[in-house]
């Protein structure tokens, strides 16, 4: 009979689930209806959905038709015996510390993306019934663990996942989505929790997956996600950092699942990009790792629940018993083979411990509260991040009454900031529209020309042809337009400045930059800028006279601007740039000043 125990955090009780299991192709032929629960267990290559790359291992969207749900108390599950076996990962350090390389330097470093996940798996066999080595392992992660969001067992029939994920990856209660980035990774007592805290590496690690799933929010939330936080996640033998996200929307949940695919700390960034950069490198499948295991339900109001945390810190059992436990390390641009391959044995070992170490009699103590000191420097994070993503605020608080009732429509790059711009435009008095790269570019008072990743100098690749190809269409007709980041880099190339890729790539790295005579504190996303030998100044160009603002100690540009149009190599919208909003307000107006909106002038 297929089942699940879920202990969910904060539970006195462990709720026991039976019923039947269905396989299904899609996310939306998950059977929903009010007064029966469902189960899913979505794999890895669910992701095709969405049209995004993946190695396709063929492993099943399961789903168990809940028919009966009871609670019984913790004690009915003690940590039981079990033997594990000829233990060892898939891939040896030497191979991963490869792979790792590659892609710092062949990714991060050619301007792909900020950060990307890269996993393998510890494999293994247990002695005995694999559901009753299932079982055991269950207890002693009860037992054993603090601060999971779920502590699961779920059986189908013809697999088996046990696990202790730490993060929700997206709930939907009571009308409010919610999702919950986690990033950093510190092994409980191998060294100074404020050393951590403190760490370059997991402070922008945290940032980027923060900025990632604000991107995602600001699709399936009707005005984006607010932030709260950032907080600790201690756990039985690892803490790690994470923020909150919430905010209001109205979509089928199953929708809100394929919108949501998957969560960048188990990805990457962009996540387009991130999925095929896993695909190239990795070259095999995930089968459930970085997938979601989802509870979808009606509360007594008739409207969708669904609560889904994410497959990690999770061990499939197979009918013959093989144990696999895949593990994954977020590679960003500081990081070092040695680092990651070590970080991917510590979170082995996180699960590992419910397998192999001794039964405990009795369950560890909470961990303390964190010092003052370490809530000082947690909150010290925010500092310098956009309030736009952090405050609450009035519906019209940021309205620019020139902008207000104008038309914006964003060219898409293959990059999801430019969801997060959508929210902001829309909160500067502009309607807003999106449309990939690809489609033809409607009538609009203002053309956005957005982000995303890749060579912008690579005129074989049909997405940067088209790109220059609009801008250069933009410059001639004259229409106003505003370019970020990719779209800031092709603008520069088509006004005959230099493109240079940048000796660091500036991946997720907030600077104070003179913007035409203001200091502003913004991030950046990118590898490429344009040079401008002269620093900044006025330059001539085929189009005119151009402004520029470049760095005085490279001669990168950071903004430009014209009559017509503008541009900036940075990321307005990322929760990085504190002045991101008023850049934009002091930026797009002028723009505007000459044109007669048909959306204001009937």
Request: hydrophobic letters at 40%; glycine letters at 10%.
């Amino acid at each position: 009979m297929p089942f699940a125990l879920l202990h969910r955090d904060g539970a006195d009780h462990v709720e026991v689930l039976t019923g039947d299991v269905v396989t299904v192709e899609k996310l939306a032929d998950i059977p929903l209806r009010p007064g029966q629960p469902v189960l899913a267990v979505i794999p890895y290559r669910q992701v095709a959905e969405r049209g995004f790359d993946c190695v396709d291992d063929g492993t099943p969207l399961e789903c168990l038709l809940v028919r009966s749900v009871e609670k019984q108390p913790l004690s009915s599950f003690p940590p039981g015996d079990l033997t594990v076996r000829d233990g060892g990962f898939d891939i040896s350090d030497d191979e991963y510390g490869a792979i790792v390389s590659r892609v710092l330097r062949d990714e991060i470093g050619h301007g792909e993306g900020a950060n990307f996940v890269i996993h393998r798996t510890w494999t293994g066999t247990v002695d005995g019934d694999p559901l009753e080595a299932a079982r055991a392992a269950f207890g002693r992660l009860l037992a054993a663990e603090k601060g999971t969001y779920w502590t699961f067992l779920v059986h189908t029939g013809t697999r088996t996942l046990v696990g202790a994920t730490p993060e929700r990856h997206v709930s939907v209660a009571d009308g409010i989505t919610m999702m919950n980035p986690i990033s950093g990774t510190f092994r409980n007592g191998s060294g100074s929790l404020l050393d951590f805290l403190r760490d370059p590496k997991e402070i922008e690690e945290l940032y980027m997956v923060l900025d990632e799933e604000l991107k995602m929010m600001a699709t399936v939330a009707e005005h984006g996600g607010q932030v709260a936080g950032p907080y600790l996640k201690e756990m039985a033998h690892l803490t790690h950092t994470e923020y909150l996200l919430a905010g209001r929307g109205s979509l089928d949940v199953r929708d809100v699942l394929r919108e949501t695919m998957f969560a960048p700390t188990v990805t990457g960034s962009p996540i387009e990009n991130a999925f095929r950069v896993i695909a190239r490198h990795e070259q095999r499948g995930r089968r459930y790792y970085a997938g979601v295991l989802a509870l979808l339900d009606h509360d007594d109001t008739g409207r969708q629940t669904l609560d889904a945390p994410i497959l990690i810190r999770t061990a499939e059992i197979t009918p013959d018993g093989t144990l696999r436990i895949p593990v994954g390390a977020t590679l960003v641009r500081h990081s070092t083979p040695a680092g990651e391959i070590a970080e991917t044995h510590t979170k082995a070992a996180g699960i590992l411990s419910a397998f192999t170490s001794p039964v405990r009699g009795t369950a560890p103590l909470s961990p303390p509260s964190p010092s003052s000191e370490a809530q000082a420097i947690l909150a010290a994070r925010n500092d310098d991040l956009a309030r736009f993503w952090l405050d609450s605020r009035s519906p019209g608080a940021l309205s620019v009454p020139s902008l207000a009732g104008r038309t914006a429509v964003i060219v898409d790059g293959e990059d999801t900031f430019t969801a997060m711009l959508a929210h902001q435009l829309k909160a500067l008095g502009l309607t807003v529209s999106r449309i990939p790269w690809s489609a033809p570019v409607p009538a609009a008072d203002l053309v956005v020309v957005g982000p995303g990743p890749g060579d912008p100098g690579d005129l074989t690749d049909p997405k940067m042809a088209a790109l220059h190809e609009l801008v250069r269409s933009l410059l001639s007709s004259g229409r106003p337009f505003f370019a970020v980041c990719l779209g800031q880099q092709i603008l520069a190339s088509v006004l005959g400045l230099t493109l240079h890729r940048r000796d660091s790539p500036y991946q997720g790295l907030a600077r104070d930059v003179n913007l035409f005579g203001t200091v502003r504190r913004v991030g950046f996303y990118s590898s490429f800028a344009a040079t401008a030998p002269a620093g900044s100044g006025t330059v001539p160009t085929p189009y005119g006279p151009v402004e520029l603002a470049a760095d005085p100690a490279d001669g990168l540009v950071h903004a430009l601007r014209a009559a017509t149009f503008a541009g900036v190599q940075f990321h307005p919208e990322s929760v990085l740039s504190r002045d991101g909003v008023d850049v934009l307000r002091s930026l797009l107006p002028p723009l505007l000043t000459n044109v007669i909106s048909p959306s204001m002038n009937g």
